[in-house]
């Protein structure tokens, strides 16, 4: 429901003042052409409306052969004109309309690439997210159509207000029918919308696990654990029970449709049959000639469909007024930390001391929290080790450390500053972290490890060499890492990938370093020669290493040791001791 996913409810026209606004700082010039063509829309319908009326005043008139040729020929001459010109200018907006996707799309790839990662965990973000990609991706998405919507809209209206004022010569009585019957028809279409509205959550769930299922089958990572414990049969259940759900709820939809449908085609019928046979009255009568009864007929015609297309555009506009209050909720999304207002550290002056004071944190949907009551201190230059078994909090610890999660309970501070004080994207600058789950991308070698499109090849060489990274790569810095977009990627072993990673921490040469158990598939002894040689690499920088294993971290000067989300501080002399 809406408020479930914390719906920002922005009226229609705020909705399009919005997409207007944006429109004039991206690209103008689509303005102008939707505005030509509201103009040539209008224009259209009016003169084939006015064309069989001269025509038949002409014949009864008995205008030579010369006049009514040369008036029909105006008349289709314009008409062939417009037609043209029409269909010019809708090309040219499809095509035009590019322009503002690519504008929405970026926004939003933005925000997602740089909302706090508390939010990506979110599931409430997450759906988010989904609808707003939909909202924007393609030609006629929600933020396409509102410019075709708005199109029609205008058209109508403007060719209402001209219909209306002929209408009202006859009798007022019409229009008002008109309006009322149609206003009927807005009610039936509007029980779709709140049907719609009130349902989409579902909608939204079954096609995230079919994106989910989709993304995994591409994935090169999870095709070796697919074929061997023969994923693609359970994924095939899910996905064949996803499809059915919502296929059940599109047919649902449908039935919906065409209950209102038949109801609305009825009230249409009657509507227009009754304004005929008024007409034939008035002609029967003496009160309109033929050729005015042809006019009033197209008229008639051409009025109820103007307004029944407002109703029905407007019914358009608030379905397409729901998608874009998805897209700005999510670029709305609240943040935790500060943006470009709270306080800035400068990277030289670092290392500093960082402290949790009283620290617990529960995941969403959790029963109870992961890390409790943690308190600790890390000073300037320290290197320690934080080891636990599986599950004990490690990784949790390390995302608040860096400010990627914001403690259920207590705080952290650097420099004895809280760290939601500072900015956001310069305290993320304070560390280089290698998580065990971290990520490469299909680009280049050298652009991996500065993690830019630009960088200094001579660093990224000192690095690459400093992680015990061969230069093996057949086109050097410049080699593609896997196939994704280039068909002489290279797959990349395992132990390659990681030193890569340990490469681009060191590129970024932060003054605090963590690693997550990068190496936690490694055996001890390995786990140990490459962490050891790593903190000599550190050297003053304060580090911090995570492992499941005492041994692998003998080196440090501390080791905390994590234990169902619960911390006790040994010194290294003691378990040196202990091991003795």
Same mark, same amino acid.
């Given at each position: 429901?809406?408020?479930?996913?914390?719906?920002?409810?922005?009226?229609?026209? =705020?909705?399009?003042?919005?997409?207007?606004?944006?429109?004039?700082?991206?690209?103008?010039?689509?303005?102008?052409?939707?505005?030509?063509?509201?103009?040539?829309?209008?224009?259209?319908?009016?003169?084939?409306?006015?064309?069989? =009326?001269?025509?038949?005043?002409?014949?009864?008139?008995?205008?030579?052969? %010369?006049?009514?040729?040369?008036?029909?020929?105006?008349?289709?001459?314009? +008409?062939?004109?417009?037609?043209?010109?029409?269909?010019?200018?809708?090309?040219?907006?499809?095509?035009?309309?590019?322009?503002?996707?690519?504008? %929405?799309?970026?926004?939003?790839?933005?925000?997602?690439?740089?909302?706090?990662?508390?939010?990506? @965990?979110?599931?409430?973000?997450?759906?988010?997210?989904? @609808?707003?990609? #939909?909202?924007?991706?393609?030609?006629?998405?929600?933020?396409?159509?509102?410019?075709?919507?708005?199109?029609?809209?205008?058209?109508?209206?403007?060719?209402?207000?001209?219909?209306?004022?002929?209408?009202?010569?006859?009798?007022?009585?019409?229009?008002?029918?008109?309006?009322?019957?149609?206003?009927?028809?807005?009610?039936?279409?509007?029980?779709?919308?709140?049907?719609?509205?009130?349902?989409?959550? @579902?909608?939204?769930?079954?096609?995230?696990?079919?994106?989910?299922?989709?993304?995994?089958?591409?994935?090169?990572?999870?095709?070796?654990?697919?074929?061997?414990?023969?994923?693609?049969?359970?994924?095939?259940?899910?996905?064949?029970?996803?499809?059915?759900?919502?296929?059940?709820?599109?047919?649902?939809?449908?039935?919906?449709?065409?209950?209102?449908?038949?109801?609305?085609?009825?009230?249409?019928?009657?509507?227009?049959?009754?304004?005929?046979?008024?007409?034939?009255?008035?002609?029967?009568?003496?009160?309109?000639?033929?050729?005015?009864?042809?006019?009033?007929?197209?008229?008639?015609?051409?009025?109820?469909?103007?307004?029944?297309?407002?109703?029905? &555009? +407007?019914?358009?506009?608030?379905? /397409?007024?729901?998608? /874009?209050?998805?897209?700005?909720?999510?670029?709305?999304?609240? #943040?935790?930390?500060?943006?470009?207002?709270?306080?800035?550290?400068?990277?030289? &002056?670092?290392?500093?001391? /960082?402290?949790? =004071?009283?620290?617990?944190?529960?995941?969403?949907?959790?029963?109870?929290?992961?890390?409790?009551?943690?308190?600790?201190?890390?000073?300037?230059?320290?290197?320690?080790?934080?080891?636990?078994?599986?599950?004990?909090?490690?990784?949790?610890?390390?995302?608040?450390?860096?400010?990627? /999660?914001?403690?259920?309970?207590?705080?952290?501070?650097?420099?004895?500053?809280?760290?939601?004080?500072?900015?956001?994207?310069?305290?993320?600058?304070?560390?280089?972290?290698?998580?065990?789950?971290?990520?490469?991308?299909?680009?280049?070698?050298?652009?991996?490890?500065?993690?830019?499109?630009?960088?200094?090849?001579?660093?990224?060489?000192?690095?690459?060499?400093? !992680?015990?990274?061969?230069?093996?790569?057949?086109?050097?810095?410049?080699?593609?890492?896997?196939?994704?977009?280039?068909?002489?990627?290279? #797959?990349?072993?395992?132990? @390659?990938?990681?030193?890569? !990673?340990?490469?681009?921490?060191?590129? =970024?040469?932060?003054?605090?370093?963590?690693?997550?158990?990068?190496?936690?598939?490694?055996?001890?002894?390995?786990?140990?020669?490459?962490?050891?040689?790593?903190?000599?690499?550190?050297?003053?920088?304060?580090?911090?290493?995570?492992?499941?294993?005492?041994?692998?971290?003998?080196?440090?000067?501390?080791?905390?040791?994590?234990? #169902?989300?619960?911390?006790?501080?040994?010194?290294?002399?003691?378990?040196?001791?202990?091991?003795?």
């Amino acid at each position: 429901s809406h408020d479930e996913l914390n719906l920002t409810n922005y009226s229609a026209m =705020k909705n399009i003042l919005y997409c207007l606004n944006n429109t004039v700082k991206c690209h103008f010039p689509l303005l102008c052409w939707c505005s030509l063509k509201i103009l040539i829309g209008t224009l259209i319908p009016i003169l084939t409306t006015i064309l069989p =009326k001269i025509v038949i005043e002409m014949i009864t008139a008995k205008q030579s052969v %010369y006049k009514l040729a040369s008036a029909i020929l105006s008349f289709m001459g314009s +008409l062939a004109i417009l037609s043209g010109a029409d269909k010019f200018l809708t090309k040219l907006i499809y095509h035009q309309k590019f322009r503002m996707n690519t504008f %929405y799309l970026k926004h939003a790839a933005l925000k997602g690439l740089t909302t706090d990662y508390i939010n990506q @965990e979110n599931g409430i973000f997450r759906k988010l997210q989904t @609808e707003s990609f #939909e909202c924007c991706n393609g030609n006629y998405s929600p933020l396409s159509n509102i410019y075709e919507i708005l199109i029609k809209l205008c058209t109508s209206f403007l060719g209402l207000s001209v219909f209306g004022s002929m209408l009202i010569q006859i009798h007022l009585g019409i229009i008002i029918f008109l309006i009322i019957t149609t206003v009927i028809s807005y009610y039936l279409n509007q029980k779709i919308i709140a049907w719609t509205a009130a349902n989409n959550k @579902e909608r939204i769930g079954y096609q995230q696990r079919l994106h989910y299922i989709n993304d995994i089958s591409g994935d090169v990572r999870s095709a070796k654990d697919i074929r061997l414990y023969k994923i693609a049969v359970w994924f095939s259940d899910i996905y064949n029970t996803n499809m059915k759900g919502i296929a059940d709820w599109y047919k649902r939809f449908t039935r919906k449709l065409l209950g209102i449908a038949v109801y609305d085609s009825s009230l249409a019928f009657l509507r227009e049959s009754i304004v005929y046979f008024y007409l034939l009255y008035l002609i029967w009568n003496g009160q309109i000639t033929v050729a005015e009864f042809v006019m009033y007929l197209s008229v008639v015609t051409n009025f109820s469909s103007w307004l029944g297309n407002i109703f029905s &555009d +407007l019914s358009s506009l608030n379905q /397409i007024n729901l998608k /874009i209050n998805y897209f700005r909720s999510y670029l709305e999304y609240p #943040e935790t930390f500060n943006r470009n207002n709270g306080v800035t550290n400068s990277v030289d &002056d670092c290392p500093k001391e /960082i402290e949790l =004071k009283n620290v617990s944190y529960r995941y969403e949907g959790a029963n109870h929290n992961t890390l409790q009551n943690i308190n600790l201190k890390i000073n300037p230059g320290e290197h320690i080790a934080i080891v636990g078994l599986n599950g004990a909090g490690k990784t949790t610890l390390v995302k608040l450390l860096c400010g990627l /999660i914001d403690p259920t309970e207590g705080q952290i501070f650097y420099d004895g500053i809280d760290i939601r004080k500072y900015d956001y994207e310069d305290y993320l600058g304070i560390f280089s972290v290698v998580f065990q789950d971290f990520k490469l991308f299909s680009f280049s070698l050298g652009q991996n490890v500065a993690a830019s499109v630009s960088y200094d090849a001579r660093r990224v060489q000192e690095c690459l060499h400093k !992680a015990g990274l061969e230069d093996r790569m057949p086109k050097g810095l410049d080699t593609v890492l896997y196939k994704d977009f280039e068909e002489d990627g290279v #797959e990349i072993s395992g132990g @390659e990938a990681q030193k890569i !990673a340990l490469a681009r921490a060191l590129y =970024k040469n932060a003054p605090f370093i963590i690693l997550d158990e990068p190496t936690a598939a490694l055996d001890p002894l390995s786990e140990f020669e490459i962490y050891s040689h790593f903190d000599q690499i550190v050297g003053d920088k304060t580090a911090v290493y995570i492992s499941h294993r005492l041994s692998s971290c003998r080196f440090c000067s501390d080791i905390l040791v994590f234990d #169902e989300g619960r911390l006790v501080s040994m010194s290294v002399p003691l378990i040196l001791r202990s091991r003795q």
